[in-house]
């Protein structure tokens, strides 16, 4: 079974920029989580999807928003980006059963200049 | 609010040395708790999970035990080695059962 994958793995944008990420989940995962780590905060929480529902949300500004589609891959996106959204942004999916198991994909480095 | 607190690294140990990696936490009720491994420019990997007090999870020579008298979950390896250096992640998950609250991880090294 192919693992969660996610595109693009580096990206580099200026402040101002919008950005948006790509997730995959594992096939027949419907619910997917986004995290950021940075050094400083650690793994924050972003949001998690069901069935292209938000069911949940973490503590970061509007700017930080995400859908997911029919076919349960989700997207995120951040825009009027900030030097602080430099991070690495995790995508995890899960089955919506047991929720404990997620697994994560391997990330997309962000930079803003 | 649910939150996680684990020893500061690094971790610097010899190959064939014991580990020990501290977490605690705070939660409302008795959630599950795991640890995640995350090797260099990877992810994370779940490495080993419990699912109620006194359970213990065990994975490749790892393991932990929930003991909700003090609020713990340390992790806990015989004899480490070299392809065990990584950054480890203590965990909960919130009552919805939909995030992950992880601790600030805690490097581990080590040498040959």
């Known amino acids: 079974k192919a693992g969660v994958t996610q595109t693009p793995r580096y990206l580099i944008k200026t402040r101002g920029q919008q950005v948006t990420l790509s997730c995959s989940p594992i096939?027949?995962?419907?619910?997917v989580s986004w995290y950021q780590q940075t050094p400083g905060q650690g793994l924050q929480f972003l949001f998690e999807?069901?069935?292209?529902?938000?069911?949940n949300k973490g503590n970061f500004p509007g700017r930080f928003s995400g859908r997911q589609f029919s076919n349960s891959r989700s997207e995120m996106n951040v825009s009027t980006l900030e030097l602080g959204d430099s991070a690495l942004y995790l995508c995890a999916s899960n089955s919506g059963d047991r929720a404990y198991e997620q697994y994560f994909g391997p990330g997309t480095r962000l930079t803003v200049t | 609010g649910n939150s996680v607190t684990q020893m500061e690294g690094p971790v610097t140990l010899s190959e064939e040395a014991f580990l020990t990696i501290n977490c605690t936490y705070t939660a409302t009720g008795y959630p599950s708790l795991f640890w995640y491994v995350q090797y260099p420019g990877e992810g994370l990997q779940l490495l080993l999970k419990?699912?109620?007090?006194?359970d213990k999870g065990s994975n490749k020579g790892f393991e932990a035990t929930y003991r909700k008298e003090t609020t713990s979950f340390h992790l806990e390896k015989g004899s480490v080695q070299v392809s065990d250096s990584a950054v480890y992640f203590c965990a909960l998950i919130n009552q919805a059962g939909t995030a992950l609250i992880f601790g600030k991880g805690t490097t581990l090294s080590v040498s040959s």
């Open positions: 419990a699912t109620k007090a006194d």
């Open positions: 999807y069901f069935s292209e529902t938000q069911r």
């Open positions: 096939s027949g995962h419907r619910s």
